[in-house]
């Protein structure tokens, strides 16, 4: 069965490997959501990728069968907001790139 070994492996994320895992990928989507879709909505993107990756992965264990639920439930901000921090400054920063790249 796929479940266990993938919530294992979601569960063994750190707060500093999650945090980098996010902000690698944030700034690959943001930069491919600027790059096909509405330029002028870069700004959305940089809020929103971040958010959604790290709230996603934060939860994921849960959605999987994680055994301690409550546990989730009383570090989610701190979880879900240091991997959206994360997500987030590396992704503001590449957006007036991309902007000035743009505009070139």
Not at 13 to 16: D, N, R
């Given at each position: 069965m796929l479940v266990p070994p993938m919530k294992d492996f979601l569960e063994s994320?750190?707060?500093?490997s999650g945090a980098l895992l996010i902000a690698f990928l944030s700034v690959g989507?943001?930069?491919l959501l600027t790059f096909l879709l509405l330029k002028?909505?870069?700004w959305l993107w940089v809020i929103v990728v971040p958010f959604v990756l790290a709230y996603?992965?934060?939860w994921s264990p849960v959605w999987l069968g994680a055994d301690d639920v409550s546990?989730?439930?009383a570090w989610s901000f701190l979880g879900v907001g240091t991997w959206f921090l994360a997500g987030l400054f590396p992704?503001?920063?590449l957006a007036p790139?991309?902007?000035k790249r743009r505009s070139k």
């Open positions: 994320f750190s707060l500093g989507i943001v930069w002028t909505l870069d996603c992965l934060y546990q989730y439930g992704s503001a920063i790139i991309l902007r």
